[in-house]
Structure formats: structure tokens, C-alpha cells
């Protein structure tokens, strides 16, 4: 019985195979046609100019008329057609996009880049407070204020004082920046802004 009950699987597996045959292999692909190693490739003729919609028939006279009128105007007439035919027609006005801050290379925008960069100059809303010098007597005031207006510990802040002239605070407001001033100069040193 155990020797039948054996036999009975591999009997039902070559059956299945004698009727669906090898599964998921195939020796070579019958519709594969090798390329033509000596073939030379397709050239296509492409128009000059690529029109979805097909040649386009010529302009009517009355087109060719109104476009040799516009030329002959003065180039002031000439610049109050379009606003004008805007308004008629009911186009909205494109805006111009910025491209302050971006990097434009060699293409250099509609401006000439760096010329452009100084006739604009930005107000500055970020200042650095620096310590230019102090008196040697009010040394340790100086470390003290220094320490009252930022986060440093003593060695820091004293680190900090004598290697002056050095950044104290940074990116701070013109305000606090005059404050910090103020309380520096109170107490013998010097500090400028930038």
C-alpha cells in the first residue's frame, strides 16, 4: 500500500507534464529575427520646421496690406498696437517673472547680470556685531557683557574677547545690534557693526 500511495504522485506529475509540457521554458524564440549586421539604417526626410496642424495656406491680402501699414508706422505707433489690441481682444497682461537671485550663467537674463546686481542693492536686515578692541582694565566688564548677550560660558566668552578683534554676535537686527554696541562701549570696549 505505502509503495502505490509512492508511485501515485510521480505518475500525476508526468502526466501533467505529458499534457501542458515543459513549463516556463523555451529553447529559442521562433518570432526573434537577428538584425542585419550589414544593414544600413532608415533615413527619415523631416521637415524643416515641425507644424502640428499641417502647412498652412498663405495670408490673404487683407492681411498682407494690414502688415505692410503697421511697418511703415513710427516705431511709437508701432509700441501702442499691442497694448491696444490686448484691450480689444481682452488678453490678460503676462507678468514678468523674476529671476532675482538666480543664477543665470552665461545666458545672463534680460539685464547684463552683475551691472544689474549694482544698481539694485537690497537693504541689509542682518547685521554682525564685531569687538574691534578694549581697554586692558575693563577687561573682565567686557567678558561679562559678552557673556550676558550670548550663550558662552566664561573660558569661552574670555577666549572670545581676547582674540579681538572677533565676530561677537551674529545675524541680528540693526536694533539689537546698536544695543549691544551701547553696552559694549559702556563698559570700555569698542564694537562696530557690519
Excluded: W
Amino acid at each position: 500500500m505505502k509503495l502505490i500511495a509512492r508511485l501515485r504522485p510521480i505518475q500525476t506529475c508526468t502526466a501533467l507534464r505529458e499534457i501542458i509540457g515543459p513549463l516556463q521554458s523555451r529553447s529559442f524564440q521562433p518570432d526573434f529575427v537577428p538584425r542585419d549586421p550589414n544593414a544600413k539604417p532608415i533615413r527619415y526626410k523631416y521637415p524643416a520646421a515641425y507644424d502640428p496642424y499641417g502647412p498652412r495656406p498663405p495670408p490673404s491680402d487683407k492681411i498682407v496690406q494690414l502688415a505692410e501699414r503697421i511697418a511703415a508706422l513710427a516705431p511709437e505707433e508701432r509700441r501702442q498696437i499691442g497694448p491696444l489690441l490686448r484691450e480689444i481682444l481682452r488678453h490678460p497682461n503676462l507678468k514678468q517673472i523674476s529671476v532675482e537671485g538666480m543664477d543665470l550663467g552665461a545666458m545672463g537674463g534680460a539685464g547684463g547680470g552683475p551691472a544689474k546686481a549694482e544698481e539694485k542693492k537690497v537693504e541689509k536686515t542682518a547685521f554682525d556685531v564685531k569687538l574691534e578692541k578694549f581697554d586692558a582694565a575693563s577687561k573682565i566688564k567686557v567678558i561679562k557683557e559678552v557673556r550676558s548677550f550670548t550663550s558662552l560660558g566664561l573660558k569661552e566668552a574670555k577666549e572670545l574677547v581676547e582674540k579681538a578683534p572677533a565676530i561677537l554676535k551674529q545675524g541680528v537686527t540693526k536694533e539689537e545690534a546698536n544695543e549691544i554696541i551701547e553696552k559694549i562701549k559702556a563698559v570700555g570696549g569698542v564694537a562696530v557693526m557690519e
